[in-house]
């Protein structure tokens, strides 16, 4: 369970990092990877679901971050699940049954410019769909080719 948790923690930031990255992407591509981070949130706000969290939620909200912490007695960095204002950090639920999920592997596209400046253009389940749409739009003698682009292939957990 501990395993899954950092896993999750760990698809989050990776998620807000590509999130960072798409500062001025079109809105659909943003409300995705909102939607997939706050997913993921849900999922560990069920998977540290207890009496005591619900309690202190009650009175606090459910304004959670995760934050880096060395843990002295593994001697290793963790994540944890951490109250934004409270600094309360709940313990995992004993009853959490794990959601059924499904890897998917996501694809993104980064472009460099002629001046080195290099920006994320989209982020796709699906390449060879993407560049099609990406040419649909373009003269043939215009069109662009995958290798014209840097891609970063991730596998992350979609939940259903």
Same mark, same amino acid.
């Given at each position: 369970?501990?395993?899954?948790?950092?896993?999750?923690?760990?698809?989050?930031? /990776?998620?807000?990092?590509?999130?960072? &990255?798409?500062?001025?992407?079109?809105? *659909?591509?943003? #409300?995705? %990877? @909102?939607?997939?981070?706050?997913?993921?949130?849900?999922?560990?706000?069920?998977?540290?679901?207890?009496?005591?969290?619900?309690?202190?939620?009650?009175? /606090?909200?459910?304004?959670?971050?995760? &934050?880096?912490?060395?843990?002295?007695? *593994?001697?290793? #960095?963790? %994540? @944890?699940?951490?109250?934004?204002?409270?600094?309360?950090?709940?313990?995992?639920?004993?009853?959490?049954?794990?959601?059924?999920?499904?890897?998917?592997?996501?694809?993104?596209?980064?472009?460099? &410019?002629?001046?080195?400046?290099?920006?994320?253009?989209?982020?796709?389940?699906?390449?060879?769909?993407?560049?099609?749409?990406?040419?649909?739009?373009?003269?043939?003698?215009?069109?662009?080719?995958?290798?014209?682009?840097?891609?970063?292939?991730?596998?992350?957990?979609?939940?259903?």
């Amino acid at each position: 369970m501990e395993a899954l948790t950092q896993f999750t923690m760990n698809q989050i930031l /990776e998620l807000e990092i590509i999130q960072d &990255e798409f500062s001025e992407a079109d809105q *659909k591509t943003e #409300d995705y %990877l @909102i939607k997939q981070i706050d997913n993921l949130y849900h999922q560990l706000h069920l998977m540290y679901d207890g009496k005591c969290k619900r309690e202190h939620d009650e009175v /606090e909200g459910k304004d959670y971050y995760i &934050e880096k912490w060395y843990d002295e007695m *593994k001697e290793t #960095d963790v %994540l @944890i699940f951490k109250h934004r204002t409270s600094g309360f950090v709940p313990r995992l639920s004993s009853s959490y049954d794990t959601q059924p999920f499904n890897w998917t592997d996501i694809y993104i596209i980064r472009y460099t &410019e002629g001046n080195g400046r290099k920006y994320v253009v989209d982020v796709t389940n699906n390449k060879e769909k993407w560049i099609l749409e990406n040419n649909s739009t373009r003269d043939e003698d215009q069109f662009e080719k995958l290798s014209d682009f840097d891609i970063e292939r991730r596998t992350i957990k979609m939940y259903n």
